[in-house]
Structure formats: C-alpha cells, structure tokens
C-alpha cells in the first residue's frame, strides 16, 4: 500500500509540475530585491523580454554550477536573444545576509530576488533546486527544468533562440 501512495504522490507531483510549464502566466507573488524593495514577480514578465527564473540558494552547489555557467554566456544571450534572468534565493530570512557577497564575489550580472517565506516557491511549485523557468514575452511559463548538469545551459539556449526566432 505503501508503495502505491509513493508511486500516486510522485505522479501527481510530476503532473503539477508539467501544468505549471504549460503556458501559464506567472503567480502574483510579492518578492524583495536585494536592496529590500517590494516588487511582484508578475512584473518581470511585462517587460517583453524573454525572462529566465532561477530558484536557488548559497547551500546548493549544483545551483551556483548553474549560474556560474549561465554567467559565462549570459552577456550573448541578452544580446542574440533579449533575456533576463531573475535568481530567486529561497535562502531562509538568516542565511539571505550571504546571498550579496556571494553574488558580488561570483560577478552575477543577475537581478537578484528573495523568497526567504518561500510563497514565490510554493506558488510555482518547485519542489527542489536548482529549478528553472523560461518564461516567454508574453508572460507565459513555456518550460522548466530540474536539477543541473553541465552543459544544460545549451540546453536552455535552444529553447531561447526558439522563442527568439533564431
């Protein structure tokens, strides 16, 4: 019986998962940038850009991998594609206070969100990081992808230049 429950939550997890990359527009969730200003996430997505979310935090190494590689072709995909990246820390209200240096020591040209009471998290149903969404110019959540392994950055350059019409 055990199992079976194991087996219905992991679908159903699966199947939440998939509903929110379906076209969906983004939550209206009320985040703080790092210099503490209020901002809805929602708003990112009105700028007609193609905007990549990043959830992660300073204890995930495969989430620093990530970024430290994503920061490497960063500049060209703003350039060929028009994208930005939100790095959304769901680094808890003690442990945000090293989410500045880190960024400041990594070079990270990112807008930097926090979710320290993880609504943005829950709200788009991550369950585990690094996870990432692209999110079109239209405000429409078209894809999302968990975990990282080198070389997913290409990966996610090629659903950019598709949206872009590249």
Known sequence: ?????LLATAA?????????????TLPSVKVKTLDGATVNVQDYAKNGKITVI???ATWCSPCKRELDAIADVYEDW??????ELIAVTIDDSRAVRKVRPMVESKG??????????????RAMNVQSIPHTFVVDQNGNIVYNHTGYSPGDEYDLEDKLKKLAGK
Do not use: G, P
């Open 1 to 5: 019986m055990k199992v079976i429950q």
């Open 12 to 24: 159903f997890l699966l199947f939440a998962t998939a509903v929110v990359a379906q076209n969906k």
């Open 54 to 56: 990043s959830f992660w």
């Open 78 to 83: 703003q350039d060929d594609y028009n994208v």
């Open 108 to 121: 990270w040209e990112y807008e930097i969100i926090t979710d320290t009471k993880e609504e943005l998290k």
